[in-house]
T-cell receptor, first 113, second 114 residues
Framework: AQTVTQSQPEMSVQEAETVTLSCTYD???????LFWYKQPPSRQMILVIR??????QNATENRFSVNFQKAAKSFSLKISDSQLGDAAMYFC??????????FGTGTRLKVLA | GAVVSQHPSWVICKSGTSVKIECRSL??????MFWYRQFPKQSLMLMAT?????????EQGVEKDKFLINHASLTLSTLTVTSAHPEDSSFYIC??????????FGSGTRLTVV
């Protein structure tokens, strides 16, 4: 069975600095998708970034980028120039062909002014 | 962009009663929707896959008779919590996909059973 592990329950970053959130996963499939979702206090799940496993190039979305290491089954999220609005729970998620998401346990990101 | 509307955003019901939660895709059609449950400070746990025009597929350990799912149209799926009890109190979230990019989530429903 597939699993997603986020080993950092909580992280802090100074405003304008860079922070990296870790995620590892386990799967025997070769074709899958990985996501990072943000959940602010409103609890609305917001898609931050997505990576297709067949793509070697790391995905980027403005200040958000990933380091996808397929062989190591690692998918970390880097947030550059952190802003107060980035404070939230961040969930790493895995999905295969059925698009059934498997979520990690989440990392709470605090941004310090 | 794709919008998924979930209603109500919060509901309080008495123990033993039933409550219905709606999930609508506002600007796209969704043949498949998913229902999740999230306990405080925990991750999202998939409860079931809602398929338009057919029976829902439930994850292991989820009582299908307690959590009734109906996906009667391409834009609406409903989750009915029957004979609710305090242990059913939780945050319920639905999701749907407009394309192959990823799933859009509803804003969630906070259910409190008293």
């Amino acid at each position: 069975a597939q699993t997603v592990t986020q080993s950092q329950p909580e992280m802090s970053v100074q405003e304008a600095e860079t922070v990296t959130l870790s995620c590892t996963y386990d799967t025997s499939e070769s074709d899958y998708y990985l996501f990072w979702y943000k959940q602010p206090p409103s609890r609305q799940m917001i898609l931050v970034i997505r990576q297709e496993a067949y793509k070697q190039q790391n995905a980027t979305e403005n200040r958000f980028s990933v380091n996808f290491q397929k062989a190591a089954k690692s998918f970390s999220l880097k947030i550059s120039d952190s802003q107060l609005g980035d404070a939230a729970m961040y969930f790493c998620a895995y999905a295969s062909g059925t698009y059934k998401y498997i979520f990690g346990t989440g990392t709470r990101l605090k941004v310090l002014a | 962009g794709a919008v998924v509307s979930q209603h109500p955003s919060w509901v309080i019901c008495k123990s033993g009663t039933s409550v219905k939660i709606e999930c609508r895709s506002l600007d796209f059609q969704a043949t498949t929707m998913f229902w999740y449950r999230q306990f405080p400070k925990q991750s999202l746990m998939l409860m079931a896959t809602s398929n338009e025009g057919s029976k829902a597929t439930y994850e292991q350990g989820v009582e299908k008779d307690k959590f009734l799912i109906n996906h009667a149209s391409l834009t609406l799926s409903t989750l009915t919590v029957t004979s609710a009890h305090p242990e059913d109190s939780s945050f319920y979230i639905c999701s749907a996909s407009a394309d192959n990019y990823g799933y859009t989530f509803g804003s969630g429903t906070r259910l409190t059973v008293v």
